[in-house]
């Protein structure tokens, strides 16, 4: 079983919206959203801590983007608002444990990925 499927790339114009989920087969205390733009590095935009919703988001996408997660379908969302070229990325889910209730910033602190999903923004 796939242990995370994710949903909602696409293509925009600057300035809209997109929403994408993330659908675990199991409950994950901490699931996190990265994303690779061409030619960079992967980086994280937004985590939450799922037992008590305790959220986490970048500086650079904070006023944009919202995470949020629904327990009953061990299933985390990104709201994606007013978006903008450097936008554009593959946005990958990743979810594992912590011991505490902030989630791990980095790669190696979650265990499982989705395949990534493309989000590209055309101004």
């Known amino acids: 079983q796939v242990p995370l499927v994710e949903s909602g790339g696409g293509s925009v114009q600057v300035g809209e919206s997109l929403n994408l989920s993330c659908k675990a087969s199991?409950?994950?205390?901490?699931m996190a959203w990265f994303r690779q733009a061409p030619g960079k590095e992967r980086e994280g935009v937004a985590s939450?801590?799922?037992?008590?919703?305790?959220?986490y988001t970048t500086r650079s996408v904070k006023d944009r983007f919202t995470i949020f997660y629904d327990s009953d379908k061990f299933t985390v969302h990104l709201q994606m608002k007013s978006l903008k070229p450097e936008d554009t990325a593959i946005y990958y889910c990743?979810?594992?444990?912590?011991?505490?209730?902030?989630?791990?910033?980095?790669?190696?602190?979650?265990?499982?990925w989705g395949q990534g999903t493309q989000v590209t923004v055309s101004s």
């Open positions: 939450i801590y799922t037992v008590h919703d305790i959220t």
């Open positions: 199991e409950s994950h205390s901490c």
């Open positions: 990743a979810a594992g444990p912590s011991s505490s209730q902030w989630c791990p910033r980095g790669e190696p602190g979650y265990p499982y």
